[in-house]
């Protein structure tokens, strides 16, 4: 009778013990979770005097929260009451600078816990877009015997199409497909398709445009005396080789921008064509998991080549010591933004969105944060690189090869192409699904036609040149 009783005893013993390091545990999280709660400072927002009074509030809106599948959080913006008199309504600081490490902790620790989004969940490669996208003619190039036969893989096929072509050599992975009817070649990067070396005799019958997608390029004729050559989706195994910088950085360089501006795609093509990881001011789980995997680290660590932000407020560029001011048409970026705030990275939003009453509401929040965001870097920042998205789409070579020499790195042609054949990345939106009507009111291109105008002269009066023309007139 002894024994089992004894035995109930050292089980209830155990139970205790355990139950006992369970709370524990447990008051430990919560004890994290409010002290980064609890962190709440007032900071007085910078005065812009020479701001129009509409653009008073430099601070983004309250509405950040993503809906849907994406997930952009904002650990270092604390909500606190307007400190100026008569202003009921709160505006979005960072907390002090001693808090950053505790928070970073936090964050790391906080989102470990958060399940995968379906964005997160899907597949790198999705093989129904794997043969459209990322699809762009080289060029039309004239090639001697001994150079093609140097080439590792030959097709010859009576009835050889273009589109057959560059899915064989994407069968067989491989980055270009070198195409004259009847014969496809496929090959890995090579000099012989240098940048420069594009026969200026233009030896195809009729040449694609530069950058054309799959849809457009495959409509070339293949009568010709050249040889046509298409990037397929294969990346180069030269393009993959990414790192953190060697040795740590002491400045902090920004990759700023209006959210809906591009900083995402820039970002892809600074990795591709420099080979190191940028950074975030943030953390999203989907952009980790689609290898930007300098989305965890810590964005003051000084490892990435550049860090990704949105902020604003003086303190915040002063935390820089240089910056790449990422700038887009306000009327795309805030399509753009809406789309990822109600569909994630990659969707879209549905007219009734469009209709919904969140929309102006959108507009009249984010229309002039547009315009403080752009206005408060050229004020504040001390070495600023402007970059248009325009600029970007229309000439990607030339304007790679400013943003490279800004960040003091010296790149190679292959790295170069590799920018050009893999533009796109994982998060290139299609253009295609866009609402059946114009979801701007006259009210609102008003709005937003003066504060183009505005952000205009602020760039003119810093000796940047002005917005690009397809700004206005909409």
Known sequence: MV????????????TQMLLLCLGIAYLMAGSLLLLQR???????????????PSLSLAAPP?????????????????????????GGRGGRHWPSSRHLGVQH?????????????????????????HKVRNIYHRGCFKLTKNTIGTFPVHSFQPNLTTQSCIETCTDKEFPLAVFKKPQC??????SVFSINQESPKQPCVEKAAPNHSAASALTVPAEHDGYQVYHTPVLDSRCKERMFLPQRSPSLVALSSFPGAGNTWVRHLIELVTGYYTGSFYFDGTLYNRGFKGEKDYWKSGRSICVKTHESGQKDIEMFDSAILLMRNPYRSLMAEFNRKCAGHLGHATDVQWNSKEWPEFVSSYAPWWASHALS?????????????EELQRALLPQLRFITAFLNVTVTEERLLCAQSNQ???FKRSGTQQPSFDPFTSDMKQMIDSFIHTVNQALQGRNFSGLPQVYLPR
């Open 38 to 52: 609890s962190t709440i400072v007032r900071v007085a927002q910078p005065n812009l005097s020479s701001l129009p």
């Open 185 to 190: 070649f496929c090959t890995g990067m090579s």
């Open 424 to 426: 796109d990345g994982h």
């Open 3 to 14: 024994v089992p009783l004894y035995k109930l005893l050292c089980l209830l013993k155990r």
């Open 377 to 389: 870097w050229l004020k504040f920042g001390q070495r600023l690189l402007v970059v248009h998205y």
């Open 105 to 129: 902790f936090h964050r790391r620790w906080f989102h470990s816990l958060l399940p995968e989004s379906p964005e997160q969940r899907a597949p790198l490669h999705r093989n129904s877009r």
């Open 62 to 86: 309250a509405a950040l929260g993503t809906a849907g599948l994406g997930i952009r959080t904002r650990p270092r913006w604390v909500a606190v009451q307007a400190v100026s008199g008569g």
